[in-house]
């Protein structure tokens, strides 16, 4: 069993950079591949990004690839997602996922762990 908690959201300027957090508990988060998502209101939950268990692989939606940057520390049972060069179009409610499986997925269902989420907004 794995529980996450995102943190790190907030209101921040078109153009301007968050760092978004993932805690993780549970043993086996270290060998557990993440994966970033977000919903924007009237949307569906669309993947961001993923990452492997070990943190060498990962992939990245084409609309946020170049901006934004996924990576875990395992050590501290932790994932994060820094994204920069922000858009009023990644305002959005950004989750974190984690599967019991060392490779990622892109599909929401093939994550059986989700956090509860946090705000991000971009103003232009």
């Known amino acids: 069993q794995v529980q996450l908690v995102e943190s790190g959201g907030g209101l921040v300027q078109a153009g301007g950079s968050l760092r978004l957090s993932c805690a993780a508990s549970?043993?086996?988060?270290?060998?557990?591949?993440m994966g970033w998502f977000r919903q924007a209101p009237g949307k569906e939950r669309e993947l961001v990004g993923s990452?492997?268990?070990?943190?060498?692989?990962?992939y990245y939606a084409y609309s946020v690839r170049g901006r934004f940057t996924i990576s875990r520390d395992n050590a501290k049972n932790t994932g994060y997602l820094q994204m920069n060069s922000l858009k009023p179009e990644d305002t959005a409610v950004y989750y974190c996922?984690?599967?019991?499986?060392?490779?990622?997925?892109?599909?929401?269902?093939?994550?059986?762990?989700w956090g509860q989420g946090t705000q991000v907004t971009v103003s232009s």
């Open positions: 996922a984690a599967r019991r499986n060392a490779m990622p997925a892109i599909g929401a269902r093939d994550y059986d762990y």
């Open positions: 549970g043993r086996t988060f270290g060998s557990s591949a």
């Open positions: 990452i492997n268990w070990r943190g060498d692989s990962t």
